[in-house]
């Protein structure tokens, strides 16, 4: 079979068949008459303008699933953070800020009296200059009992 492939595959020439030199055949090169024809060499030539085409579709591909992923994670981590800090924080910050409007509308005294801890009460300052200067006006308390020791009344 060998002999048969030698003979119908006609010899190379790199001129040395002169000299009578033939090519060395070796055994995995040759092929049975059922195989056909060898086929043509795969990406003998090599197309460089369709590897840069792939080329350039791969980075777009990678860059454009990046760019997705940062933006799906940004939405995500605001929607949890939104979910799990701010709404909280938002609602108790709201009521302070509308208690603190109260109380600054009434040029920073407060618009009625409120008790505190301690015996103390919070109210507006003109109400309680009035009520200070009427006790001592009808005599229900005495400046020197209001004074501290050493001090002297009139």
Do not use: C
């Amino acid at each position: 079979m060998l002999e048969q492939w030698n003979n119908q595959k006609p010899l190379r020439s790199h001129g040395h068949s002169a000299h009578g030199h033939e090519e060395h055949v070796d055994e995995w090169h040759h092929h049975d008459n059922v195989e056909g024809e060898p086929q043509e060499e795969h990406t003998g030539q090599v197309n460089t303008g369709i590897i840069l085409k792939w080329f350039v579709v791969i980075i777009v591909f990678v860059v454009a699933s990046i760019a997705f992923i940062m933006v799906y994670f940004n939405h995500y981590n605001t929607k949890v953070r939104a979910a799990t800090v701010e709404t909280p924080m938002s609602s108790d910050y709201l009521s302070y800020r509308l208690a603190t409007q109260e109380r600054l509308a009434t040029e920073g005294k407060p618009a009625r009296f409120t008790g505190l801890a301690g015996g103390k009460v919070q109210g507006p300052i003109s109400d309680a200059m009035k009520q200070v200067v009427d006790q001592y006006k009808s005599g229900s308390v005495k400046l020197g009992s209001s004074l501290p020791a050493g001090h002297a009344g009139k």
